[in-house]
T-cell receptor
Framework: EAQVTQNPRYLITVTGKKLTVTCSQN?????MSWYRQDPGLGLRQIYY???????DKGDVPEGYKVSRKEKRNFPLILESPSPNQTSLYFC????????????FGPGTRLTVL | SQQGEEDPQALSIQEGENATMNCSYK?????LQWYRQNSGRGLVHLIL?????REKHSGRLRVTLDTSKKSSSLLITASRAADTASYFC??????????FGKGTRLSVIA
């Protein structure tokens, strides 16, 4: 079954404690992306990757890092989380940048105290 | 850089009625897509309309695109309680990533 998985689904942490949210896809898609969703602000793109070892900043990259060492995985790293990074995070993939449809993961709800 | 802007922000209708949501955008596009999100879950692709198309149908969904007004509408006919969700438009321009609007929250009351 084609899917995008994210882990963890829920996380409560404290300010400054490094964390990683994993994203994995089994569709052999080249393009992967991270979004955060906040009330009243919609989806905002954090980082995206057009292929292995190629990553680019989205609209709100500050405070985040990503890596794309292999095609299927695109982890989101918060080196020193702060309360303003409390949000709902989504990973999404598509076959390639110009492809039509994005496939979304189930989301990770992060709370930073 | 938020491109699409949905209107209204929230919409409440009775089951069986039609629901219309609008999306306006700022720059020229290659295509416009509509997605649906059930509460707190991942978005699901509904339909895509290319810049050279004016109308598209998929089941109970009808999408129109007016490139001269830089706007699109999504019509859901004969709505059901299960259509309750948030609906987002997303635009693609050139070879850039998809850009999502803030969404319309639809409530269908049984």
């Amino acid at each position: 079954e084609a899917q995008v998985t994210q882990n963890p689904r829920y996380l409560i942490t404290v300010t400054g404690k490094k964390l990683t949210v994993t994203c994995s896809q089994n569709m052999n898609h080249e393009y992967m992306s991270w979004y955060r969703q906040d009330p009243g602000l919609g989806l905002r793109q954090i980082y995206y990757s057009m292929n292995v070892e190629v990553t680019d900043k989205g609209d709100v990259p500050e405070g985040y890092k990503v890596s794309r060492k292999e095609k299927r995985n695109f982890p989101l790293i918060l080196e020193s989380p702060s309360p303003n990074q409390t949000s709902l995070y989504f990973c999404a993939t598509q076959r390639e940048l110009g492809a039509h449809e994005q496939f979304f993961g189930p989301g990770t709800r992060l709370t930073v105290l | 850089s938020q491109q699409g802007e949905e209107d209204p922000q929230a919409l409440s209708i009775q089951e069986g009625e039609n629901a219309t949501m609008n999306c306006s955008y700022k720059t020229s596009i290659n295509n416009l897509q509509w997605y649906r999100q059930n509460s707190g879950r991942g978005l699901v692709h509904l339909i895509l309309i290319r810049s050279n198309e004016r109308e598209k149908h998929s089941g109970r969904l009808r999408v129109t695109l007016d490139t001269s007004k830089k706007s699109s509408s999504l019509l859901i006919t004969a709505s059901r309680a299960a259509d309750t969700a948030s609906y987002f438009c997303a635009t693609r321009s050139g070879n850039t990533p998809l850009v999502f609007g803030k969404g319309t929250r639809l409530s269908v009351i049984a």
